[in-house]
C-alpha cells in the first residue's frame, strides 16, 4: 500500500530537497526584531505550501508577537482519526558567525549532512512531515488521517503566544492524539521512541551586601562577602554525591521501577564523559549516569556572577553576587511547589549581614510521559524499525517541551514524539546539520506510521 507513497518521495527527491533549501534559506530568527519579516516569510512560504499540498483550509494566526501556522485537512473519512502535528518554523540566531563554515542561510550538502540553520531544529523535521503529506495527496488523492497542522514561530523564544492561543481556539486545534517532530535518536541510524519528558523550573537567587564594592583590606573581617554568602547558600542545596538537599524536593518523585531501569539500560546511548569533554561522569548516588538523566530530577547552578573577574587581582568585597538554577523534573513533581521548596531553603539558609532575594522563572512545565506500550507508540517504534532495520529503543529524555505539556493539560490526548535528529547535529551552534539517512529514512518512517490508520 505504501509503495507508492515512498516511489513518489524517491521520484521528487531532488526538487523536495531545492524546496526543503528554499525554506531553510529564510532568516526566520524569532529572537531579532530585525528579521520580523523574515519571519513572515516562513509563516507564508508554509501557508502557500500547505496550500498547494490541498489542505482544505489555512490560516496565519496573528499573536502579539510571531504568527502561528494553522491549516486542517477533514477528508480521510469519519472513521479515521484526527491528529495534530506541531512544529516550529523559528530558529536559533547563528553567532558567533566566524565560526559556520558555510553560510547558514546558505543550505549545503557536505559529507552526507545538509548544513543549514534550523535543518534539524525544526524546520527540517517539519518539511518532513509535509512532504510525506505531500506524497500521500499526489499519489493517493487523500491522507489516511485527518490533520490539524500547528506551526509557530515563536518556539525558540519559549513559544510567549502560543499557550493562550491553544487555549483561545481549543476548538480547532482538537483532536485525538498529538505529533511532534522536534526531537531525536539516541544515535545516528538509531530509531528512538522518546516516550518522556522532564518538566522545568528554575529561580535566581541575588545577595546583595554593602552598597558599594568595597577596599578588602579595609573591610574585610566586618563585612559578610556576597560571593562567600551565594556560595554556602548553593553548598547547601546539593551535596558531593549528587543528591538535592532541599527539604521535600524528592516528596513527590515516582519511583523509578526495575522494568525501567532495565529499558534504560538496553540503551547504549552516547559515551558521556567522551561527548563531553569532562573527566567523569557525576551522577545521583544509587543511580547510573543515563538513568539519572533520563528519569531523575536534577538540580544545576546555570551562572554566578558577582565581584571582579577581569585580568589580575582586584582586592573588593563586592556588592552584590547571584546565581541561576534550573531543575529539570520527573513525573509527580509539581514545578510550581519545587520554587516554592527552593525559595523555602534560601531563605532559611541566607546568613545574616546580607539581604538574599530569590526571583521565581516564569517559564515551568511539568514532565510528561506516556506508556511505552501505547498502541500510538507500539506503531510508532514498530514503523521506526522498518525504516531503520533496527530494533526501536524507548528512551526518556532530560529536556523539555513545554509544548507537550500544554497540549496534554488542555486537550487531554496521547502525543507521539516522532523525532529523526541526532547527537551530532549541533542545534543552537554553529554548523548546525542535518543527516540526509535520517531526512529518507525518516520520511520512510512517516508513510509506514501513517499507513498504519488506513482503512481496510
Same mark, same amino acid.
Not at 547563528?94 to 549545503?108: C, H, L, N, Q
Given at each position: ?25 529564510? *532568516? ?12 513572515? *516569510? ?77 535543518? &534539524?531544529?525544526?524546520? $527540517? *523535521? ?130 523509578? &521501577? ?80 519545587? *520554587? ?57 529524555? $532530560? ?58
Amino acid at each position: 500500500m505504501s509503495d507508492q507513497v515512498l516511489n513518489y518521495l524517491t521520484e521528487n527527491r531532488d526538487r523536495l530537497l531545492n524546496k526543503l533549501k528554499e525554506f531553510l534559506a529564510i *532568516q526566520s530568527i524569532s529572537t531579532d526584531s530585525l528579521h520580523k519579516s523574515d519571519v513572515r *516569510q516562513a509563516a507564508d512560504f508554509l501557508y502557500a505550501y500547505l496550500e498547494n499540498i490541498g489542505f482544505d483550509q489555512m490560516e496565519i494566526i496573528e499573536t502579539p508577537g510571531h504568527p502561528l501556522v494553522f491549516a486542517e485537512y477533514n477528508q480521510a473519512g469519519k472513521n479515521a482519526p484526527t491528529v495534530l502535528f506541531y512544529g516550529h518554523y523559528d530558529v536559533q540566531p547563528v553567532d558567533p558567525i566566524e565560526e559556520w563554515k558555510s553560510d547558514p542561510f546558505s543550505p549545503e550538502v557536505r559529507d552526507g549532512r545538509l548544513y543549514a540553520r534550523g535543518s &534539524s531544529d525544526d524546520k $527540517g *523535521q517539519v518539511f518532513m512531515q509535509l512532504a510525506v503529506f505531500e506524497a500521500y495527496m499526489k499519489t493517493k488523492g487523500k491522507i489516511p488521517v485527518n490533520v490539524k497542522v500547528c506551526i509557530e514561530g515563536e518556539e525558540e523564544i519559549g513559544s510567549e503566544h502560543l499557550y493562550q492561543t491553544l487555549y483561545d481556539k481549543k476548538d480547532i486545534f482538537e483532536a485525538d492524539f498529538a505529533v511532534i517532530s522536534d526531537s531525536g535518536m539516541v544515535a545516528k541510524n538509531q530509531p528512538t521512541i522518546l516516550y518522556g519528558l522532564k518538566g522545568f523550573t528554575g529561580i535566581e537567587i541575588r545577595v546583595d551586601g554593602p552598597d558599594h564594592d568595597l577596599h578588602s583590606g579595609m573591610y574585610g573581617g566586618a563585612i559578610r562577602n556576597p560571593n562567600m554568602a551565594l556560595a554556602h547558600i548553593l553548598a547547601s542545596m546539593k551535596n558531593m554525591d549528587e543528591v538535592v538537599t532541599v527539604d521535600g524536593f524528592y516528596d513527590d518523585v515516582e519511583p523509578l &521501577s526495575d522494568a525501567e531501569r532495565k529499558l534504560i539500560e538496553t540503551v547504549a546511548g552516547e559515551d558521556y564523559a567522551q561527548a563531553t569533554g569532562a573527566p567523569s561522569t557525576a551522577s545521583e548516588k544509587g543511580y547510573t549516569a543515563k538513568e539519572h538523566t533520563m528519569a531523575r530530577p536534577t538540580f544545576e547552578v546555570n551562572g554566578m556572577y558577582g565581584g571582579y573577574q577581569g585580568e589580575g587581582t582586584k582586592t573588593i568585597i563586592p556588592a552584590s553576587a547571584t546565581a541561576k538554577i534550573t531543575c529539570r523534573l520527573v513525573p509527580g513533581q509539581d514545578p510550581i511547589k519545587v *520554587q516554592q521548596l527552593l525559595k523555602a531553603h534560601v531563605d532559611k539558609a541566607a546568613p545574616s549581614g546580607v539581604k538574599v532575594t530569590v526571583k521565581k522563572e516564569k517559564l515551568s512545565a511539568n514532565a510528561y510521559k506516556v506508556e511505552p506500550d501505547h498502541p500510538l507508540i507500539k506503531k510508532a517504534a514498530e514503523s521506526y524499525t522498518k525504516a531503520f532495520g533496527k530494533e526501536t529503543v524507548y528512551v526518556r529524555m $532530560g529536556g523539555s517541551i513545554p509544548v507537550v505539556e500544554w497540549i496534554e493539560g488542555l486537550y487531554h490526548i496521547p502525543i507521539v514524539l516522532l523525532g529523526f535528529g541526532t547527537p551530532e547535529d549541533r542545534l543552537h551552534s554553529p554548523n548546525e546539520s542535518f543527516p540526509l539517512d535520517s531526512y529518507d529514512k525518516g520520511m520512510e518512517t512517516l508513510v509506514y506510521y501513517w499507513e498504519t490508520f488506513t482503512e481496510n
